[in-house]
């Protein structure tokens, strides 16, 4: 079995920063010791002097799909994106695939379509859907880390949204399975209303957009599904969290000790409406990006630990389908792709707030590995876990063009940006897939399976 010792000034452990070296031993840690304590022989030594080393990032959040949109993106160029972006393992959402993740032959699709082609690990999330109540224990058993449902339409064919009645009679079954729920929080009929409000409304205007998709939208569907958790007793998780006015509740229910977690993405984190350009369609996602106070208040709750993960919500489209030559945000497709740039976009916003590589750590690789179900092997630099590694120079800095992006189609709001980090190298169970701009080795990705803890029914 290959021996390797991964020796940095700042390793990122759960303990803290520290210098280290990490012992692998195969494809596992055994080991995280003092520098001058690596055994003296059999063990081939990368020193990464004062560039750091985090635990390989996970992405519980991520739109890849394969198979039946491969010209949107696939296996392949979805996790060559996220080897380069830092990312050690993906969590595929049901939708945008054809077919949806919604029945065990779907998922059995799924694995076949990704077989031989993903350089890094990947799992996938099962979708609750208006009919497939009946699936949702099987589901379980054939191995998703938990569910995912729309409360409104998600604008894409293949996928339904659940009314509340259809949601109802799907959760005892998610709830019997001890899988988490991920909800995409808004509600239809705030935003009808708005929308009808805007008829003769510039829709190249960004604030046109942001308008039709109002806050009170985001908080009565959070409102929902809070009450919804307190009756069934499910595991509660709010998608890409973006209005901060529902933090007030969200901390109520935690403090209550509901079994609710939350996540935001980069985008609404790093952009603010107020600085979406007329026509800038590239900025557009649902819930919407909104004004710079809200993301103030948004990186304020991940500070207090009411937002508990990052996540990019890495959602590709073909060029033609963001509209660029007309910039209307009405028809162009919401959507935004960062998996090679997220950890860079992070990180010049967290440093300048304070925060430092050890918050990252939690929010981008531990709490997604929680909400997935991998946390006793993903996730952290410790002995036992998988020897996944981002080798992150966290001082240096680079302007995003299209070939550092890596994803089917380099479509981008940050291309000319200047951030701070650059990935040097990631290590998938102990071997390269991405180093200094290559990708070393065939695809060696593979899913993350374990045991589903689908309880006996009562
Ligand atoms: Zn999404």
């Given amino acids: 079995m290959s021996l390797q010792a991964f020796v940095s000034r700042r390793v990122t452990t759960p303990e803290g920063i520290r210098g280290a070296a990490i012992l692998v031993e195969g494809e596992r840690i055994r080991a995280v010791v003092s520098p ?6 059999g063990y081939r030594i990368h020193d990464f002097g004062d560039v750091a080393i985090l635990p390989g990032l996970i992405d519980s959040h991520v739109h890849i799909n394969d198979p039946g949109r491969t010209e949107w993106e696939g296996f392949e160029t979805a996790t060559r994106a996220a080897a380069a972006g830092g990312y050690t393992l993906l969590v595929d959402m049901p939708l945008n695939c054809l077919p949806a993740t919604t029945t065990v032959a779907a998922l059995e699709a799924k694995r076949k379509a990704a077989r031989g082609k993903c350089r890094v690990d990947w799992a996938a999330w099962g979708g609750v859907v208006h009919d497939n109540q009946g699936e949702v224990e099987a589901l379980a058993a054939a191995g998703v880390r938990g569910f995912k449902c729309f409360l409104i339409n998600p604008g894409i064919d293949g996928f339904t949204m659940v009314t509340e009645p259809q949601l109802r009679a799907a959760l005892p079954h998610v709830a019997r399975t001890g ?6 929080a808004e509600l239809p009929g705030p935003i009808d209303k708005a929308t009808d409000a805007l008829v003769n409304a510039d829709w190249n205007c960004y604030s046109t957009y942001l308008q039709s998709r109002p806050d009170g939208a985001e908080v009565a569907a959070i409102r929902l599904m809070l009450s919804l958790c307190r009756e069934y007793g499910f595991r509660l998780h709010i998608v890409h969290l973006s209005t901060s006015h529902a933090l007030g509740e969200l901390r109520v229910a935690r403090a209550e000790g509901f079994p609710v977690s939350v996540e935001t993405c980069p985008h609404y984190l790093h952009l603010s409406a107020e600085a979406i350009a007329k026509g800038a369609t590239l900025s557009k996602c649902a819930p919407p990006i909104r004004s710079r106070e809200n993301r103030e208040k948004l990186w304020e709750a991940l500070g207090d630990g009411t937002i508990d993960l990052v996540v990019t919500d890495h959602s590709p489209c073909p060029p033609a389908m963001k509209r660029l030559a007309e910039g209307n945000f009405r028809t162009a497709w919401g959507g935004i792709a960062s998996l090679s740039v997220a950890l860079p976009l992070m990180w010049a916003e967290a440093s300048r707030r304070g925060f430092t590589l050890l918050d990252l750590a939690r929010w981008m690789a531990e709490a997604p590995a929680q909400l997935a179900g991998c946390e006793m092997r993903k996730g952290r630099i410790a002995p036992g876990y998988d020897a996944d590694f981002v080798v992150f120079d966290s001082d240096d800095e680079f302007t995003v063009t299209e070939d550092r992006l890596h994803y089917r189609h ?13 990935v040097k190298a990631t290590y998938l169970r102990g071997s390269p897939v991405f180093a200094e701009g290559e990708f070393p080795g065939e695809p060696r990705g593979r899913e993350y399976v374990a045991n589903a803890r689908v309880r006996s029914t009562p």
């Fill in 410 to 422: 380099p479509v981008s709001p940050y291309l000319g940006e200047t951030l701070l980090g650059v």
């Fill in 179 to 184: 899988l988490p729920l991920l909800v995409h």
């Fill in 36 to 41: 001058d304590r690596i055994p003296a022989d």
